[in-house]
């Protein structure tokens, strides 16, 4: 792995990818391996490769939420939102408590223009981690920005007060108001 690493910090791509290919040919059953697979890829602008190696890492280890967070940020700009919002479900699913993740996911829905999902993810971020400024601001922003309602808009705008109350230097709630 170290010489995986090594590879990548001089920007030798094409070698870091052959030694991650060979290193889960050699242990395929060890999601840190695939997991820098993925990174490599990633990095090598291979994003849907990247999605496939770190869906194999959640094959692997439903709880490994690392692989998830970096599935998550290649969501927006893949064109595989689906996929990727697969792999964020199949990890909830073994650890629905995480407050964060479900925050991430909602964040890729509210993107790619599904807000009734991303308000349905901020809901459960704001149940699992009622103390994060961010969750509550995400849940108001998506609530504002669906538009679906009048009571909707009065209730991202109340989310959006207890950002601010909850952290009066919090940008984006300031912003959304």
Not at 12 to 38: F, H, Q, S, V
Not at 46 to 74: E, T
Request: aromatic fraction near 8%; charged fraction near 25%.
């Amino acid at each position: 792995m170290k010489c995986i690493l090594a590879a990548m910090e001089s920007n030798d791509l094409k070698a870091a990818e052959g030694l991650a290919e060979r290193l889960t040919y050699i242990n395929p059953n060890n999601a840190m391996t695939w997991e820098l697979r993925a990174a490599v890829a990633a990095r090598g602008s291979r994003v849907a490769d990247a999605i496939g190696y770190y869906a194999k890492v959640v094959d692997i280890d439903p709880a490994r939420v690392s692989a998830v967070h970096a599935c998550l940020s290649l969501g927006p700009s893949s064109g595989m939102h689906e996929r990727v919002v697969e792999v964020a479900r199949r990890y909830l699913a073994a650890r629905p408590d995480d407050g964060n993740l479900w925050n991430d996911l909602g964040y890729l829905l509210a993107t790619v223009g599904d807000f009734p999902e991303a308000i349905e993810c901020y809901r459960k971020a704001t149940l699992y981690g009622p103390e994060d400024a961010l969750h509550w601001c995400n849940l108001g922003g998506a609530l504002m920005q669906s538009r679906s309602s009048v009571s909707a808009i009065s209730e991202g705008l109340e989310y959006l007060e207890r950002a601010v109350a909850m952290r009066p230097d919090h940008l984006p709630a300031w912003f959304n108001r």
